[in-house]
Nanobody
């Protein structure tokens, strides 16, 4: 059974940085696409970033492009989301998720396994 465990969330002032981690277990991590999504109160869960199994291909939502960086270390079964220049509108629960292919990388329904989420709060 696949397990994804996120960590690294917290409270930060606007303009600050956080690095989220997601550790995977239960399957061959290096072949999986990993994605980050977020859900603000009262809103739908939306795509943030995705990375290919090798780490050579990445995608970002327009709202985070240039501020967030997704990366992975397959030897550690870990994917990170480095978040810089945080804004109050980045406040949300952040989830990591996994799927097999990058096709329609931002489609939430194609991600099969999900973590429990980690809260990020950005104060103004």
């Amino acid at each position: 059974q696949v397990q994804l465990v996120e960590s690294g969330g917290g409270l930060v002032q606007a303009g600050g940085s956080l690095r989220l981690s997601c550790v995977a277990s239960g399957r061959t991590f290096s072949t999986d696409v990993m994605g980050w999504f977020r859900q603000a109160p009262g809103n739908e869960r939306v795509f943030v970033a995705a990375i290919s199994g090798s780490g050579g291909v990445t995608y970002y939502a327009d709202s985070v492009k240039g501020r967030f960086t997704i990366s992975r270390d397959n030897a550690k079964n870990t994917v990170w989301l480095q978040m810089n220049s945080l804004k109050p509108e980045d406040t949300a629960v952040y989830y990591c998720a996994t799927r097999k292919t990058l096709t329609n990388y931002d489609s939430i329904v194609l991600y099969r396994y999900w973590g429990q989420g980690t809260q990020v709060t950005v104060s103004s």
